[in-house]
């Protein structure tokens, strides 16, 4: 019943942007602040940026901060990360997830020239 499908990753150059969308149904998207998190090969999964439920309020990992972008649309039940200026350090399975209870499958977003 709980699904979140995360999706726009890909393939980049060193300094390309993407813009990663999740789309969350079977709970109450509106009252769950949101993270997204990332595993790059050979590393534990670790926190990229959480948002408030209401999207006032932002954090971000110092590795991307000033680079990376969180908001939310919950007319949509959706929440995104932009991504820009990406580094190859940056390639990772992204993952969408409330606060840790449920998560989606992944978008692989793959930094290389």
């Known amino acids: 019943q709980v699904q979140l499908v995360e999706s726009g990753g890909g393939l980049v150059q060193p300094g390309g942007s993407l813009r990663l969308s999740c789309t969350v149904s079977?709970?109450?998207?509106?009252?769950?602040?949101m993270n997204w998190y990332r595993q790059a090969p050979g590393k534990e999964r670790e926190w990229v940026a959480t948002?408030?439920?209401?999207?006032?309020?932002?954090s971000y990992a110092d590795s991307v901060k000033g680079r990376f972008t969180i908001s939310r649309d919950n007319a949509k039940n959706t929440v995104y990360l932009q991504m820009n200026s990406l580094k190859p350090e940056d390639t990772a399975v992204y993952y969408c997830t409330n606060r840790l209870r449920y998560w989606g499958q992944g978008t692989q977003v793959t930094v290389s020239s």
């Open positions: 948002i408030s439920s209401a999207g006032g309020g932002t």
């Open positions: 079977g709970f109450d998207f509106s009252s769950n602040l």
